[in-house]
């Protein structure tokens, strides 16, 4: 994928953030080129190298179709929960480093859900904290509405798949 400077991007578990700048350096003898990102959320910057783009996950945001399809997700009824809680910390965390938004929504039903049942872990409850806060923020930047908004819908939508029947 090819990615310029202006483009508005998310890279996994730190959100979006646009490209500033591509920078290039000679190490050990090679050239090299990375993009200097900055993350909109915080400010703080990040240096990715160009050549591993794909390996991190860094991709471009939603457009406004996908995120009709990100509320479909959200609203669908479809909950995986592992029993297990390092088998499903696992998964969840292997979700939330794919940079997949599908996947960060999955993740957020699965823990909003398991929260309505029990307490959750200090860990999940950053993961579930971190998967809303990702899901939010992507939706908002694309949408041009306040986060508030966006989030109130999000939970709206979560709120729906949690009321449907389920299967296991």
Known sequence: MDFKVGDKVVYPNHGVGVIEEVLRTQAGGTDQAFFRLRIVANGSTVLIPTANTIQVGLRKVLTRKDVDKVYK?????????????KGRFQEHSDKMRSGNIYEVAAVLKSLTLLSKSKNLSYRERKMLDKSKYLVVSEIASVSNMEETEVEQRVDRAVAVSIKKPRDH
Do not use: E
């Open 73 to 85: 997700v959200l609203r669908n009824g479809n909950i995986d929960i592992t029993s297990d809680w």
